[in-house]
């Protein structure tokens, strides 16, 4: 049994993965640790009363309790940071979703956990579709040089661009290089309009009610453009991805950044 402490898990992904965790096979909800420390068992919010887990607001308390093999995390930028360095120095392995943080942070986490030989994932998307996505562009980058991302999530995000939305940016920049795009001389009327630079790449960020997490990364060439697009449209669209991740990092001995990583081996 693999046993896995869900930090946020009162938040829309933290009870999403909470009841993939107890579905799966192999797998066994240790502890759900939440700012909104309720009292409750996290059972009584996901529709599974039998599941018998109190909602802790101290993860320091619940590792020590039960001493889980795996640390996953949909919290926020700001808190995830210091879940990560408490769960790499219990040895409990982390399984991170929230986003937010920047290469500095990802880098130092990476240095902590080859130091302490702990195995561990920093996935900015757990969904199978928007790792091909990101695979596709990249591959598509070679030949389309000139590229713009418009990432669209729902209107309770804190981070922008998103996780997912950097992710591609830095597998394109990463085969393309820096290179400017458009007119030398455009200027912007609205600050911002243009959308944020990226080594050159433009990315824009949708924030509105009734979308979930959708991404289109659209290449322009001499007359024609190519569109790749994916759309998370529930959040059960990154449950496979995240039971893989934690099946995964049980035989890891340090931390990798992206999911594609481990999948596409
Ligand atoms: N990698 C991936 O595939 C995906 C990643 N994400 C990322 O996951 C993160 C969470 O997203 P989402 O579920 O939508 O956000 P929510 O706001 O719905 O959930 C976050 C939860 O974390 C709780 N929380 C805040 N601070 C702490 C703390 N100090 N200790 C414990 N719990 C805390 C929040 O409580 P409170 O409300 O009281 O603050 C809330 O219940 C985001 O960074 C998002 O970008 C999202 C989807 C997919
Ligand atoms: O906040 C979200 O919802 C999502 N966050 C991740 C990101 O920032 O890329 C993954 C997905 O896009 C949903």
Do not use: W
Not at 179 to 199: A, C, H, L, T
Request: with cysteine; proline share 4%; aromatic share 6%.
């Amino acid at each position: 049994m693999i046993k896995v402490v869900v930090a946020g898990a009162l938040g829309k992904m933290g009870q999403e993965s909470c009841k993939a965790i107890v579905n799966a096979e192999g797998m066994q909800l240790a502890g759900a640790v939440d700012s909104r420390d309720s009292g409750h068992t996290i059972g009584t919010y996901i529709g599974k009363p039998e599941v018998n887990v109190t909602v802790s607001g101290d993860l320091e308390q619940v590792i020590r309790d039960v001493r889980p093999d795996v640390l996953v995390d949909f919290t926020r930028p700001g808190v995830v940071q210091r879940h990560i360095e408490i769960a790499i120095n219990a040895g409990v392995r982390p399984v991170i979703g929230t986003t937010g943080m920047n290469a500095e942070e990802i880098e130092r986490f990476v240095q902590l956990a080859s130091a302490q030989r702990v195995g561990g994932l920093i996935a900015p998307n757990f969904a199978i579709g928007a790792l091909l996505m990101i695979k596709f562009a990249t591959e598509a980058a070679k030949f389309f040089p000139h590229v713009e991302i418009i990432e669209l999530h729902h209107d309770q995000k804190m981070d922008a661009p998103s996780g997912t939305a950097m992710k591609t940016a830095e597998s394109i920049a990463a085969v393309r290089g820096h290179m400017s795009q458009g007119m030398p001389s455009e200027f912007e009327k609205i600050e911002g309009v243009r959308g944020g630079n990226f080594e050159g790449m433009r990315i824009h960020s949708v924030r509105l009610p009734g979308f979930v997490a959708h991404q289109e990364v659209i290449f322009g060439g001499i007359g024609q453009t190519l569109s790749i697009r994916h759309d998370s449209i529930s959040r059960e669209s990154f449950m496979p991805g995240l039971i893989l991740a934690v099946r995964k990092v049980m035989a890891l001995d340090h931390l990798v950044y992206g999911l594609e990583n481990l999948l596409f081996e």
